[in-house]
């Protein structure tokens, strides 16, 4: 069942093992990382300007990075809302190297554990893939336990291989009572 299981004491005697980071202290090789926000509070730019500071080797939000190659999912926004923001984001840092991020724009895409498992072919190609958003790829309902089980199931093919995953996330709108922001995440508790 298990590969190996550890005592605390067996770990204790191991060498602490740093872990090998692509965005200094935020996000490690082979994690599934999940970003989320409010609507329109701009977690598409993040993620595009995420994609390049990774892509150049360059400081994201002040924490270092590791030049990596990155593939951008989208499944949010036009082709041509996409490659204005793009645009406008290089035009504001001309230190960006473009050619190790790649875009595709992909409105219907499912992470079915098939699809999962035709994404983890990438690996020998990107070490980072972004997905925008997790709404768009989920097959099934974010408020169910068993969708979002297979949804992290789908990217386990990633992960096995190395694969950095980021994906975006909406939060509820806030209703009539308000809500601590810890609150209004949306979908099951599964995601996170």
Known sequence: MFDHVWSLSDLRNQPVMEPTWLIDGWVGHGDAVLLYGEWGS???YVLMHMALCLGSGTFFF???????????????QSF????????????GSPHFH?????????????????QGQQLG??????????????????DGDENRAQDIRALWSALLH?????????????MNKE??????????????TDLG
């Open 42 to 44: 701009g977690k598409t």
């Open 62 to 76: 002040g924490a270092k990075t590791q030049q990596v190659r990155v593939l951008y999912i989208d499944q949010e």
């Open 80 to 91: 041509a809302n996409a490659n204005y923001r793009f645009n406008l984001l290089m035009a």
């Open 98 to 114: 473009d050619s190790l991020v790649h875009y595709v724009n992909q409105p219907n895409l499912l992470l079915t554990p098939k």
């Open 121 to 138: 072919t990438l690996a020998d190609r990107y070490d980072v893939i972004i997905i925008d958003s997790l709404r768009s790829v989920l």
């Open 158 to 170: 990633l992960k096995k291989a190395g694969v950095t995953t980021v994906l975006t996330h909406h």
């Open 175 to 188: 209703g009539a009572t308000p809500q601590s922001l810890r609150n209004r995440a949306s979908g099951n």
